[in-house]
């Protein structure tokens, strides 16, 4: 089962190599990995996707909180959440197929950010399934180039990850 992982950590070189280090010595797979600093510059927040089962995924925020930058760990996927991931595709648009693109990042809610003579650079956010899903529909050859930013997840009400 996906879980999304969402710790804090102390913003100190070496902490990322760390965690990573964990779960590669673990065998445990990332599926996605981001980490960005916090409201407070002594903290940063890491999400992580990973699989397993439940026994697998208790093993794995253990063996974070022993380690000695990692301030506190949540599962997310335990509560409710909001998770968002951010892609931009860069896609092949010129002649008529320009107001057809346009009009496809509409219907997903995504907004073109460049513009050339034979290209679109659109930006999405969503959930993971929703950004496979627009690639999915556009038509085969269109896609040039992706990025995508991995999933990034908070609580939702009152639950929050807060020293």
Do not use: C, W
Request: aromatic share 4%.
């Amino acid at each position: 089962m996906r879980h999304i992982i969402s710790l804090l950590m102390e913003n100190e070189p070496g902490a990322l190599s760390r965690v990573a280090g964990l779960f590669s010595a673990r065998g445990y797979n990332i599926e996605s990995l981001t980490v960005a600093p916090t409201e407070d510059p002594s903290l940063s927040r890491m999400t992580v996707v990973t699989s397993g089962s439940d026994d697998v995924i208790e093993q794995i925020t253990k063996q974070l909180n022993k380690l000695v930058d990692i301030v506190k760990v949540v599962d997310l996927s335990g509560g409710d959440h909001i998770e968002r991931e951010l892609m931009l595709v860069k896609v092949r648009a010129s002649g008529k197929d320009r107001e057809e693109m346009k009009r496809m990042a509409d219907i997903f809610r995504g907004r073109i950010v460049d513009v050339t003579d034979k290209a679109y650079t659109i930006e999405l956010t969503g959930t993971g399934s929703k950004l496979d899903a627009f690639l999915g529909a556009l038509e085969q050859g269109v896609i040039l180039e992706t990025v995508r930013t991995g999933a990034s997840g908070i609580g939702r009400g009152e639950r929050i990850l807060k020293v």
